[in-house]
Every structure is written in C-alpha cells, then in structure tokens.
C-alpha cells in the first residue's frame, strides 16, 4: 500500500513540475507582450445601417452619397464598411473624402479552413488591402466564414487546422502592408467548447493575428453569459484591437446602445485597469422584437453620446 501511494506521489510531482515547464514559457509571453493602442475616433459598422434601413425596406448602400450624408449628420466621424472587393473600396473612397469620414477598420468575409478556398480568399483581402492603405486604414476584421450560415455544421480538426494556419498567413502578409488582421466571431464559433474560437487564438501568434472583440456575439454565444464575456477578456484582452458594441435587454438587441444585458460600465474599467485602449466601433443592430420608436440617424445619435459616457474611463 505504501508502495501505490509513494508511486502515486511521484506521479503527481511530476505531472505538476511538466505543467509548470509546459505553462511557463506561455504566461511569460503573455506577460511580456506589447499591447496596442489605437487611438482612433469611434466608429460605427455598416451592418447596424444595414438592420435599420432593412426595416424601413430601403437598403443600405444603395445610393452612396445619401447614405455617407446621413452617417455624418450623427457626428460619427469613422466607417467601418463591409467590402466584397477592392472595387467596392474606389466607388466608397470619394464619398468618405466628401463628408470628411474616416476608415480606420474595415471588415471583410473569408473562407479559411479549405486550402484551396483559403487561397483565393487570402489573395481577394489582400487586393482590398492595397486600396484600403491608401484611406488610412489600420486593421482588417476578418469573421472566417462557417461551413454554412446558419447551419449546424461545425468544422472539423483538419479544417480548423487549416483555417489557423491560414489565419496566421493572412496576418503576415497584412503585416507587411502595414495592416493589423483582427480575427472576429460570431456565435458558431463558441459552440462545442468554444473550440474554434480557441483553436484560433491558441494556434496564432500574437504578433499577426489580434482580437477584434465582438462582445454581445460572445454573450450570446455563451448561453447569454456575462462571466463567459469578461472571462474571455481576462484570456485575450491582450490581443484585443477593436470592440464590436452592441447591447441587450432582456436577451434582445435594443434599439439603441445604453444599459441593459451586459454590463458595459464594468467593462469599460476592466480596459482601463488592463490598459487597453481599443478602436471602438457601434454595432448596435436591431432584430425582430427590437423596439421600433427611431430611424437609424436617431439611433446612432444617441449610441455615439451614450458610448462616449460608458466608455469615458478610456477615452
């Protein structure tokens, strides 16, 4: 019997003496890491446009000259934009010129975890990065696209392999145009364990591929979970470049961005005790049972005073 225990003994020192050699150069990298600072004017997505003038059954974009006119009359000064393509960046670049409005992010699709499909995909953001430098812009949000939209499916090890390493290409090369590539999530992502979602972070090195926090997806995601959302603030806030913002009540997305679901104001002081100050861009979107009492102009007036009194401990 004492044999078995002093056994069992020398099998526990040992298992703890490999998790602390495994762990150490892992929490020394996360202890010495430069984190960035983007220092940018808050910004508004284009799907929140997208949301709003679907309910009124007009379409976003649709007139270019109209729809940058209507953002700059919110005294939101920076686009965010969804791009397909670097022609979709000429035909947006003189009406973001005319109205004085900045890009400092944009947002593009990307399918990752194929390797024939992600070669393509790469070579297509990469020509809209050539256009989008010439703007000003600084970091690239990509949201890997899932298998299908919607769908159950979830990926596999081999595809979630190949979408890491994919990943991390991309952020390579958008390096050396001088361009951050902020790796985004939906809810898909945190099904199974969050396992895509950590196989992505897990398997990219900081250094190319940031964070860009989308922070009501991940509650969402999580089974409307304010602890999942500031533990996974607590895991990567280091690599986090850019918030997605949107909020609540009573697990629907309001109307406008204020107090609700998750608490922001916590949040915002969290940044400031890690010193993260990241791009902050509104995507305070409407869905079905949201309320309907303002347009989108309306809307994004008050979500840009609402977020700089919330957010006022980075700001």
């Given at each position: 019997m004492q044999t078995i225990?002093?056994?069992?003994?020398?099998?526990?020192?040992?298992?703890?003496?490999?998790?602390?050699?495994?762990?150490?150069?892992?929490?020394?990298?996360?202890?010495?890491?430069?984190?960035?600072?983007?220092?940018?004017?808050?910004?508004?997505?284009?799907?929140?446009?997208?949301?709003?003038?679907?309910?009124?059954?007009?379409?976003?974009?649709?007139?270019?000259?109209?729809?940058?006119?209507?953002?700059?009359?919110?005294?939101?000064?920076?686009?965010?934009?969804?791009?397909?393509?670097?022609?979709?960046?000429?035909?947006?670049?003189?009406?973001?010129?005319?109205y004085n409005i900045s890009m400092p992010s944009v947002y593009v699709n990307s399918v990752l975890h194929k390797a024939n499909e992600a070669e393509k995909s790469i070579a297509s953001v990469l020509a809209i990065a050539d256009e989008v430098v010439k703007l000003g812009t600084k970091i690239v949000v990509t949201n890997p696209s899932p298998i299908k939209w919607g769908g159950p499916e979830l990926k596999n090890d081999a595809e979630l392999s190949v979408q890491a390493q994919s990943m991390e290409k991309l952020g390579i090369e958008l390096k050396k145009k001088g361009l951050t590539l902020a790796y985004h999530t939906h809810d898909v992502e945190l099904r199974a364990g969050a396992r895509e979602f950590h196989h992505v972070?897990?398997?990219?090195?900081?250094?190319?591929?940031?964070?860009?926090?989308?922070?009501?997806?991940?509650?969402?995601?999580?089974?409307?979970?304010?602890?999942?959302?500031?533990?996974?603030?607590?895991?990567?806030?280091?690599?986090?470049?850019?918030?997605?913002?949107?909020?609540?009540?009573?697990g629907i997305w309001s109307e406008t961005f204020g107090d609700g679901d998750i608490d922001y104001r916590r949040f915002a002081n969290e940044l400031k005790t890690l010193k993260i100050r990241p791009h902050l861009v509104i995507e305070q979107c409407i869905e079905d049972k949201t309320p309907n009492t303002m347009d989108g102009k309306q809307a994004h007036i008050k979500d840009l005073a609402m977020i700089k009194e919330i957010f006022k401990p980075i700001l």
């Open positions: 225990q002093k056994m069992n003994s020398k099998r526990r020192q040992f298992l703890n003496t490999l998790a602390v050699i495994s762990a150490a150069p892992l929490l020394t990298s996360f202890k010495n890491k430069e984190k960035k600072s983007f220092n940018f004017p808050i910004s508004c997505n284009a799907y929140n446009w997208f949301t709003f003038y679907g309910r009124q059954n007009k379409q976003w974009a649709a007139d270019l000259d109209k729809c940058m006119s209507e953002l700059s009359q919110t005294g939101i000064t920076a686009y965010e934009p969804g791009l397909e393509s670097a022609e979709d960046v000429k035909k947006l670049a003189p009406f973001l010129k005319k972070l897990q398997n990219t090195s900081p250094e190319n591929v940031s964070f860009c926090f989308d922070i009501h997806w991940v509650y969402r995601g999580s089974a409307d979970s304010q602890v999942a959302v500031f533990d996974v603030l607590k895991m990567y806030g280091s690599r986090v470049v850019e918030l997605h913002i949107r909020q609540s009540v009573g």
